[in-house]
Each structure stands twice: as C-alpha cells, then as structure tokens.
C-alpha cells in the first residue's frame, strides 16, 4: 500500500473510532466540545506557530489568501441568490454554510499526513483567507439575516472574536518570529513541536465525535442545493488551477486539495449564536466531510498529487 492510500485509510480509521466512541457512549457530542476547546487553545496554536516558523518567504504565498477569499466570497454571492425565496431564518444558515472551509480540523492532519510539514505551510497561508472569510463574512452575513435583513451587524463584536482567536494569534506570533529571524531556544521550540504532533490524532478523533445524520426529508433539497454550490465551484477551481499552473508543485498541489475543502465548524457555533437550525448545519458539515475526503482521496491518486 502506497503512503497516499495509508494516510487516508488512517484518517478514516480514526474518525470512525471517534464517532463509535460516541455511539457507544463513551463520550459525547458535549464532550467533544470540550476537546475541541481544548485543541483551540493548545495543540493547534502550537501547530500554527511552527508551522509559521518553516516559511520561506515568496510573493506567491501572498496570492493564496487571495485566491480562498475569492472563492469563499463567490459561493456566498450564488448561495445569497439562489436562496432568496427562502424564510430568513432558513436562507441565513443555508448562505452561511456556502462560505467557510473547514481548514483546521480537517486539512491540516490530511496535509500533513501526505506532504509533511512544507505542506503546512500552504495550508496556514489559505487559512488566512479562510479566517478572513468566516469571521469577516459568514459570520456578517448570518447576523444579517437573523435579524430579518435590518442589518444590525455589530462589526466590532466581530472583530473581537476574530482577534481573540488563539490560532490567529498563534499565526501571527510565529509569522513575527520568522520575519525577525528570532532563533527561539531549542526547549521552547521542542515542547511546541510535541503540542503539534498530538494536534492530528485529536482533531481526526473529534471528526468522529461530531459525526451526525439526522434530518428532516422538507430539508433534504436544501441541503442537496448548498453541497451543489460548494462542490461545482471547488471542482471549477480544481480545473481552473490544473489548467493555469500546469506544472506539478507543492504549492498547486496543496491548493488543488485546499478548494474541495467542506464546510467550515464554525457554522455550528454561529447557528446556535444566532439561533437558527442547528441541526441542518450540522448534518451539511458531516455530509460535506465524507464528500470532501472521498474527492480528495480521488484527486491525490487519480493526478498523482504525491
């Protein structure tokens, strides 16, 4: 079996034994909040912080930002369209959950799973997009609806939470000590690479942990439609990529991977923040992970990304 194949079948392993760990009450969807919280604080920062500290400065990095922001911002702008028949308080999850990606807790192990840490680096970079798409749009475009298009946006509430978060933090701290050439003391440096290696373990558990199906038959259509307006742009990305950097890279590879990505896990703190179905949302993030790891598998083996 190649290293692609055994990354992924790992991958899988470990989200299953979270979910039957679930299943067979061992834990709970509770309990999985209090991991992911912890993770959020500890083991993730710490990844951001050395992954940060591996860059190697190119004007390309700067365009991967860019190119999830664009992204992120088309899908909301068709799902926004296309949903503007429905009740507000549907047509406000529905548009959220076509923006964000999940880059955290799913890509990141993935990445490095099968292109190692230089992987990492390009991942971290699309995240800044991503961060910048969550909070700065999906985010916005859920407060709007959830007060029946008043908009009644507390911008500066959201830009709190955005600078409050410990892995933007962390992205920051460790991009600083790069740009300054601070040599960080070899203890300091070890502890935070431990941190990081019990990161991938953990969020492939938590995966399982939060895995669910359950759903109304009136809200299948719904769901049907989001998951057409990620995917049809994640695969129009892909072709547009391939197509426009043809020669194999890291950089295009990890970017290849990065468009196909599922819905972000924000959307479950935001729907319960902002009082709408949380139930649908969470079963579009679970429903967009087996599809987003299954096209990923694809696209690794099928092109031979590795």
Known sequence: MNQTNSVFLITLGIATMGYLIKKFKFVSENDGKSISKFLMHTTFPALMIVSMLRIKFEPTLFLIPLICIALGAIMTLVGWVWFKNYPNRLRGVL????????????????????????GLIYVAMFDIGN????FGLVYSVGSYFAVKGEGKVNYGRVLKKVIQLPPL????????????????PAVAYDFLDVLAKANKPLVLLLMG??????????QVLAVVKVLTI????????VLLL?????????????LLVCVILPIGMTILPFADELNYD????????????????????????????A
Not at 169 to 184: D, F, H, Y
Not at 242 to 254: D, G, M
Request: with cysteine; proline share 2%.
């Open 95 to 118: 548009t959220m959950a076509c923006g964000g990606l999940n880059v955290g807790l799913f890509a990141f192990p993935i990445i490095e799973g099968i292109w190692g840490r230089e």
């Open 131 to 134: 961060t910048i798409v969550t």
């Open 169 to 184: 933090q962390a992205m920051v701290i460790g991009l600083t000590i790069n740009a300054l050439k601070i040599e960080l």
């Open 209 to 218: 942990i939060y895995m669910s199906f359950s759903l109304e038959k009136s």
């Open 230 to 237: 990620r995917y049809v742009c994640g695969i129009i990305a």
């Open 242 to 254: 391939y197509t426009l950097i043809p020669e194999a890279s890291l950089f295009r590879n990890v």
């Open 278 to 305: 949380t139930r649908i949302a969470g079963v579009l993030v679970n429903i967009s992970l087996l599809i987003s790891f299954l096209l990923m598998w694809g696209l690794v083996v099928g092109l031979k990304l």
